[in-house]
């Protein structure tokens, strides 16, 4: 806002903001007025309320004018302001798909103090990250949203068309980059530790929070006719470690070591594109080794006599699972996120 007083209105009235009985108007930075009700901008904002509480100019009763309040903003930000303020009965909420709408919405929440604003800002923004992730990661660093940026920075890691030239990116400080840089390197660290969980004597552990019944079951050995081959496989006892249980709950199966090298490949594949390329292709990690391992397998006649395709398909679920969870977990450093985000 820069200015108040008391004025007839511009030529340029708005085409849908023009209600002849709203008490103020609203002159753009570009010349559009907008007629609208002092009560609905008191509601959105206390900033508007604070503002609109102050006494107008003296008024000349014989010239029929309106308070004109000029403000910073552009038309299309204005816009944006009274189809999120005003009822719905009245204008849609407005469809934020581009970035530069998003910004504008994020800007005008800022300033005003609008919360419903912010969020539809943010939300919007989670879903830009799906086909544009590095720009709405650094305008989510921008505007301090964290859910928006763990969302681009997750995004970040899969195969996507950068935007070279954007010019968001000279919106915020270096270190935002340098951040996502570390909290990749971070993930690699995480699925490292799935390999390293496996390898160790007694020790030998794998995550399934919520899945180390199905995985139990899949490794069962339940043959009543006493007919199947017993699996000669060097095998391991390998414990599934399930937050969702209590501790005396806990359970462990005898897994063979084709099935120990597909965790530990996975692992290492998942961890090596994020060291080498910046990217997490968990489908292809997951799905490449699957061959190879089904081929180990069919060298025990035991184990080709259960259901081997079974046993992977339940770990692959399991790994995308752990890996994902891993993933939510590592800290971005970002000046505004809390441990908890």
């Not at 900033?47 to 903003?73: A, K, N, Q």
């Not at 912010?118 to 301090?144: G, H, M, N």
């Not at 552990?205 to 069962?220: E, Y």
């Not at 709950?249 to 070591?257: E, F, G, K, L």
Request: net charge negative.
């Amino acid at each position: 806002m820069t200015s108040l007083s008391l004025s007839q209105p511009a030529s340029a009235l708005d085409e849908q903001f023009n209600a002849s009985d709203a008490e103020l108007i609203l002159r753009s930075s570009d010349g559009v007025d907008f007629a609208v009700y002092r009560a609905i901008l008191q509601l959105a904002s206390h900033v508007f309320r604070d503002m609109l509480s102050l006494p107008p100019p003296v008024e000349d009763h014989d010239s029929p004018t309106r308070t004109t309040i000029g403000m910073s903003e552009d038309a299309q930000s204005l816009r944006l302001l009274l189809h999120f303020t005003y009822p719905r009965s009245f204008c849609p909420e407005p469809d934020l798909s581009e970035i530069a709408d998003i910004k504008r919405v994020a800007a005008l929440a800022l300033k005003y103090d609008i919360t419903f604003m912010r969020e539809a800002a943010e939300t919007a923004l989670i879903r830009f990250a799906q086909s544009k992730p590095d720009v709405a990661y650094v305008v989510a660093w921008r505007f301090e949203y964290p859910q928006a940026l763990r969302a681009a920075a997750r995004r970040s890691l899969e195969p996507f068309t950068e935007s070279l030239d954007a010019l968001e990116f000279s919106e915020v400080p270096a270190s935002a980059l340098q951040t996502l840089r570390k909290y990749g390197k971070r993930i690699s660290v995480q699925i490292t530790l799935i390999s390293m969980q496996l390898r160790y004597g007694n020790f030998r552990r794998l995550h399934c929070h919520g899945m180390s019944g199905v995985l139990h079951a899949a490794f069962s050995d339940d043959d009543p006719s006493g007919l199947r081959e017993p699996c000669r496989c060097r095998s391991s006892t390998v414990a599934l470690v399930d937050e969702t249980l209590s501790t005396e709950d806990d359970i462990s199966v005898r897994a063979p070591a084709w099935w120990a090298n597909y965790v530990r490949v996975v692992a290492k594949s998942a961890s090596n594109s994020l060291r080498e390329r910046h990217k997490l292709l968990l489908s292809e990690s997951l799905s490449e080794p699957l061959a190879s391992v089904l081929r180990e397998a069919a060298k025990c006649a035991g184990c080709m006599q259960r259901d081997v395709r079974h046993k992977l398909e339940v770990t692959k679920t399991i790994l995308s699972k752990e890996i994902e969870r891993r993933v939510s977990q590592v800290p971005i450093e970002a000046p505004f996120m809390r441990e908890d985000e």
